[in-house]
């Protein structure tokens, strides 16, 4: 995209505000997605011809405490965990008319994903995880993840001013950050070090950050414990699509998802990383077709 796409919003009854951007076709089939840790509205630039020529509408809403929409913090009380997102989702879908979507879950935003499914089925039309975390996954299948990334988890559990700190890229994380390119899987490092790629994560990250890290350090936290309703209970049409170079969610989490959730498609892109989408989305595509 030449130009950053518009910035849609509405205000729930709290008067909390309620932001997204929308890609591709604007007459074309309804998604709604949510964005990875940290993440914003703007997670869907790359995405945007691609879903105008496969006629699909893509709603990327920031999640609450993420860019422009408002947090939750002083309005829900006990903590809704992963269903924090569930009544943004749906009032965007209702204002936009849409009684049913195709969810889309990308990375830390898999477990609002499969949380907002379970609840509302009646509103999914159906359920795609892209290299998507899993809450509650054991720690024995995580032993393929990047240190840096076991890392960042660690401290947002029992640090979380430092998991705050290594996400902002600030003080020695400045430096770290220039030099973390190199941990990544190889198909990864390829999307980090393409100009284009780069322009819109760099886009992406800051906006992310707008309102802080604490968003962010709460979804890290809460993949430590599974969601309140079983994978089993799962009855949408669910497709998992992840690259088998992951390093971030390696495959196995999303594997071990599969078999827990009737019926559900698995879908592996060989060679790909945890960031393929960003100059690849064709098999996100084909999945949707």
């Not at 893509?58 to 903590?79: E, K």
């Not at 995580?142 to 998991?163: D, E, N, Q």
Request: hydrophobic share 45%.
């Amino acid at each position: 995209m030449s130009a950053l796409p518009e910035t849609h919003a509405i205000f729930d009854a709290a008067g909390r505000r309620i932001t997204w951007c929308e890609y591709g076709d604007p007459n074309g089939r309804f998604a709604i997605a949510a964005h990875g840790t940290p993440g914003s509205r703007y997670q869907g630039i790359p995405l945007h011809e691609p879903a105008a020529a496969a006629g699909w509408r893509l709603i990327f809403p920031d999640r609450p405490g993420y860019g422009r929409t408002s947090p939750l913090a002083g309005t829900a009380s006990p903590d809704p965990g992963f269903h924090d997102w569930d009544d943004d989702a749906l009032a965007i879908l209702d204002h936009l008319g849409a009684d049913k979507a195709t969810l889309l879950g990308f990375s830390g935003g898999g477990g609002y994903a499969l949380a907002l499914a379970a609840r509302f089925p009646a509103r999914v039309e159906r359920l795609v995880l892209v290299c998507a975390m899993i809450p509650g996954t054991p720690r024995k299948t995580l032993r393929r993840r990047i240190h840096l990334v076991s890392a960042l988890y660690a401290a947002a559990r029992w640090a979380p001013g430092l998991a705050g700190a290594m996400l902002a890229g600030t003080g020695v994380f400045a430096h770290a950050r220039r030099n973390s390119v190199s941990a990544w899987p190889v198909a990864d490092q390829a999307v980090m070090n393409d100009p284009v790629a780069k322009k819109n994560s760099d886009l992406d990250g800051h906006e992310a950050r707008t309102q802080g890290t604490a968003a962010a350090v709460t979804d890290l936290r809460r993949y430590d414990r599974e969601l309140p309703e079983p994978l089993e209970s799962i009855t949408v049409p669910t497709v998992f699509l992840h690259g088998s170079a992951d390093g971030n969610v390696p495959i196995e989490v999303a594997r071990r998802a599969h078999e827990r959730i009737p019926g559900s498609v698995f879908e592996t892109v060989a060679g790909a990383g945890h960031l393929f989408l960003a100059q690849d989305p064709a098999p996100l595509l084909r999945v949707l077709r």
